[in-house]
């Protein structure tokens, strides 16, 4: 597994990391815990060496679950949490950046990951009501007091990125990036490339669809987000097959498989996105991982990239409700 540096830290990590949260919520019952602890070890073998996660996935069991199976490759991995987000009364997700809640998140990331210090602390959502210079701030304290090592923000927009920047160095930016997906090119990438800013690509394959194994007649749990999703309506999905064709058409060439050519393409986008599918199966993490051998020429990248910008997506990324939550 090749190695990759988050923009301009010193955060070296492996070139393809490993989104948890589908192990505990999301898409479908959570998976088996001790498959799922079998599971990350084998990605620690396989070179893996980045893990995402987030309190408010389960809530709390994701983290329970990576602090567990990665207690004995502690000093091999990277793990990734995020704060900011919390469940209220009514039992709706809301966002939460007030400092005391920071720091009450911080201590129970640490307790259930099992670990002294978080590596990579992200605020999950922008938080409308806190400054994102105060939300720097404790993020820079607990820094200083060895609580955490590096400041990450996901989902928020330029200016947010630039504020928070400019009191706490900012070492990642996670955001939605995939072929279906490409509004970060607009300004998000210029943005992060000129502050020196990784960014870490969140479903990377289009939560599923870009593998190649979802078409129009797919059903899916009745507990799975994809319901609700209206790039996932089966007249959508329908629609958006003729990207996976494009994919198909270039993997057959290549030798690889849809999966591997979408994750190849974020791969040669920049030399610092590190891109994190997720999975509960052993033949998809493999699958995934092979993607860092497949290379893809500049006339291959070209061919990618403008077919897929004569096509136009079917259906928005998230309902409008979570849409708004967004800092893009």
């Known amino acids: 597994m090749q190695k990759r540096k988050l923009g301009n830290s010193n955060l070296e990590v492996s070139a393809i990391g490993l989104g948890c949260m589908g192990m505990s919520m999301a898409y479908g019952p959570p998976a088996d815990r001790q498959e799922m602890i079998a599971l990350i070890g084998k990605a620690v073998e396989r070179g893996v060496t980045l893990f995402d996660t987030a309190e408010i996935y389960g809530p709390y069991t994701n983290e329970e679950l990576l602090g567990e199976a990665l207690a004995p490759f502690r000093n ?31 201590e129970g990331s640490l307790k259930r990951l099992r670990v002294d210090v978080i590596d990579l602390y992200y605020q999950h959502r922008v938080d409308p009501n806190v400054p994102i210079e105060e939300v720097a701030g404790v993020v820079k304290d607990l820094i200083r007091e060895g609580k955490v090592k590096h400041f990450g923000l996901s989902e928020a927009g330029v200016k947010t990125i630039r504020r928070a920047h400019a009191v706490q160095q900012v070492t ?72 996976v064709d494009l994919l198909r058409t270039i993997a057959e060439r290549k030798k690889a498989t849809p999966a591997q050519i979408a994750l190849a393409w974020l791969l040669a986008e920049k030399p610092w996105i590190v891109p994190i599918p997720g999975t509960t199966k052993l033949a998809r993490l493999e699958e995934n991982i092979g993607s860092g051998a497949v290379e893809l020429t500049p006339d ?10 004569k ?18």
């Open 300 to 309: 291959d990248l070209r061919e990618i990239g403008s077919a897929a910008a």
């Open 172 to 243: 990642a930016v996670q955001s939605e990036y995939s072929l279906w997906w490409r509004r970060p090119e607009e300004e998000l990438l210029p943005t992060l490339e000129e502050l020196g800013i990784g960014f870490v690509p969140f479903s990377p394959l289009g939560k599923g669809f870009l593998t190649g194994k979802i078409d129009e007649s797919t059903t899916f749990d009745s507990s799975d987000f994809r319901n609700i999703v209206p790039r996932f309506t089966p007249e959508a999905r329908k629609a958006n097959q003729v990207l």
């Open 76 to 106: 091999k991995v990277v793990i990734a949490t995020k704060f900011g987000i919390k469940i209220d009364a009514s039992g709706q997700q809301v966002t939460d950046s007030r400092p005391e809640s920071i720091r009450q998140s911080a």
């Open 311 to 328: 096509i136009a997506i079917q259906g928005a990324r998230y309902p409008e409700a979570l849409e708004k939550r967004t800092g893009l």
